[in-house]
């Protein structure tokens, strides 16, 4: 299964004024943020949760029992605010050691939390049990087209907001996010996935030639904790020509703590790995090149930003 531009356009169309259309900042000559991390919940998973559910919905999926669904912290946090604003139940799981903010944000939106497990594919196989117990309708946190698709709309909005561009930088976990992205810019521009040496899903992938699991550890591993790489994300990146790049977690701190004192922004170590890969040389734009920068969550202590 795959999915097409078509069916990011019909996501567009569908999740309007249920998402938030975030903005673009030139910080310097060439180099574009997308502010992603100003989305509701604090990252760009709303986007996918409520074109899953609003496609459930249409189809007479969601049913009284709501939804299950699994996370490190930032699709639970979406599944649960897009569940609330329909007016559905959710119930969350997550690892016992997700970061204490995110869950506590969790029970903010009404949500039954359950912790189980040290990572997120426990979690996951908690949640297909609790979906197959009952009628619940379960959210992937990546892996689902409807998610894909609603990801994707990040990247129509960036044709739209910025116009010609050569680049963009997105990081990977699941892969949910890249799909999406990539299957809605095309050929307009080359997108590059960048990831934690410790949990590195794209890049396995790409050298066994399909998903493969893997460890799972490093700063950022509460929001790019994801053991494989997805089906859908393998699909997309191997159609649209993405590939990996790999950053240590010495670059991702220095580029986290970077974006809070040069441009006050507060962002988990997940979504530091791209800047990181400009601020390291691990990417290094050609003469003229314009590049964006995808900045996809907020969800962090801001007490650790040193």
């Not at 979690?123 to 409807?146: F, I, K, S, T």
């Not at 799972?216 to 997309?236: E, H, I, N």
């Not at 090149?289 to 650790?304: F, I, K, L, S």
Request: aromatic share 4%; net charge negative.
């Amino acid at each position: 299964m795959t999915v097409r531009v078509d069916d990011v356009r019909a996501a567009a169309e569908r999740i309007a004024g249920r998402v938030r259309r975030t903005p673009v900042i030139e910080v310097a000559p060439g180099l574009v943020f997308k502010l992603e991390l100003l989305q509701h919940t604090g990252s760009f998973k709303p986007r996918g949760a409520f074109n899953r559910l609003l496609v459930a919905k249409e189809r007479g999926e969601l049913t009284g029992q709501g939804i299950v669904a699994a996370s490190g912290g930032n699709a639970g946090l979406a599944a649960a605010y897009a569940a609330r604003e329909l007016g559905v139940p959710a119930r969350i799981f997550v690892p016992v050691n997700a970061p204490a903010p995110k869950v506590a944000k969790l029970r903010t939106l009404d949500a039954e939390v359950v912790q189980v497990g040290n990572e997120y594919a426990e979690a996951y196989q908690a949640a297909v049990e609790a979906r197959d117990e009952g009628d619940a309708l379960l959210l992937h946190a990546y892996d689902q087209p409807e998610v894909v698709a609603g990801q994707g709309t990040i990247g129509l909005e960036l044709l739209e907001q910025v116009g010609s561009f050569d680049t963009v930088l997105v990081a990977v976990g699941g892969g949910g996010l890249i799909a999406g992205i990539a299957t809605a810019i095309g050929d307009s521009a080359q997108v590059v996935g960048v990831e934690p040496e410790l949990s590195a899903t794209l890049h396995r992938a790409l050298e066994a030639g399909e998903p493969v699991d893997g460890p799972v550890g490093g700063v950022a591993a509460d929001s790019l904790g994801a053991r494989r790489l997805g089906d859908l994300a393998f699909a997309a990146v191997r159609e649209n020509g993405v590939r990996s790049l790999l950053v240590d977690e010495e670059a991702i701190v220095a580029a986290r703590n970077e974006l809070w004192h040069e441009y006050h922004l507060a962002v988990e170590h997940g979504a530091a790995v791209t800047y990181a890969a400009l601020k390291s040389g691990v990417y290094r734009p050609a003469d003229g090149e314009r590049v964006v920068v995808v900045v996809c969550g907020a969800n962090t202590d801001p007490a650790t930003l040193t």
